[in-house]
Structure formats: C-alpha cells, structure tokens
C-alpha cells in the first residue's frame, strides 16, 4: 500500500510537470542573430513602395531618378553602416540596359525575405507591352532603413526562387 502511494505521486508529478506545455517566446524570432523580417506589415509595404516607385520612373523613362533609388547592396559604408551609392560604370550599364528595352508595365510576383541582407523581389516586367520576363531585386535593411539594389549574377547572385 505504501509503495502503491509513492507510485502515484511519482506518477501524478510526472503528468502535471509535462501538461505546462511550452512557455510562449517573448523574444522577437532570429535568423542568424538578426531579427527575421515581416512578410507582412511595414517590411513587406516599404519593399513594395520601393519596388514600384523605382518601376514607374523607369516606364516614364526617368532613368537618372529611377538610377538615384539603387543602391550597391554589396558594399556597406563601414561607417553609416549603409549600402554605397552605384559606381558610375555600374550605372551607366544600367541606363544603357533600361534604354534598351522599352519597359511598359510589371507586376511584383514575390517577396522572399531571408534575413537583414539577403532578399529578393521578383518583378515581371513588360517589354514593348507583350514580351514579359523577370527582374530580380535584392533590398536590403541596414540601420533600420531599406535599400533597394538589383540582383548582379556576375556577384554571384541567382534567382533564390525560380518562376512559378
């Protein structure tokens, strides 16, 4: 009868210590020490914002205005700790790409965010209003401000997903 007792107890402290079930983290979620971004809410509306305001000075062929919103998403000001401005050869390569091509129009068709520096915008653009393909952007947030940048393949970027 005595054992029966401890038994039970030992049985009873057993079931109640496990049914406090997982406490609820207060602390924001991380990705590799950094807060994770917001798939939605003001993460996801600032890249939008930046997107598209880029993508209408394009198709109004505001080359210079639309080449001021990009930023080089690869070299970081150690000091500001934001992305420099685009090398004058790098713009250049740009305004010749944008020429080029007569953009007419472009929907966004996904935002992966990954972490602080590593996300990408897939924009479908619209070439003389029938020839559809994809750029893709790589915003960054460094001292809680986002940046916009193009992704550069010859940096080694590659599309994170590939076209649904």
């Given at each position: ?93 740009y305004r ?9 129009d472009y ?9 602080y520096k ?47």
């Amino acid at each position: 009868m005595k054992y029966s007792k401890i038994i039970l107890v030992a049985i009873l402290v057993a079931v109640l210590s496990s049914c406090g079930g997982k406490k609820e983290s207060t602390e924001p979620e991380q990705i590799n020490g950094m807060p994770a971004m917001k798939t939605e809410g003001a993460d996801s509306a600032a890249v939008r914002k930046l997107v598209s305001d880029f993508m209408e000075q394009v198709i109004a062929k505001e080359f210079d205005m639309a080449l001021g919103m990009l930023s080089d998403t690869y070299a970081i000001d150690s000091v500001t700790g934001e992305p420099m401005p685009l090398s004058q050869s790098v713009a250049d390569a740009y305004r010749s790409t944008f020429k080029e091509f007569n953009i007419t129009d472009y929907t966004i068709r996904q935002i992966t965010f990954s972490d602080y520096k590593d996300n990408e915008v897939r924009c479908e653009v619209v070439i003389d209003g029938a020839i559809p393909t994809n750029w893709y952007f790589k915003p960054i947030k460094c001292v809680g401000k986002w940046y916009l940048g193009m992704r550069d393949t010859s940096r080694g970027d590659r599309p994170m997903h590939m076209d649904d």
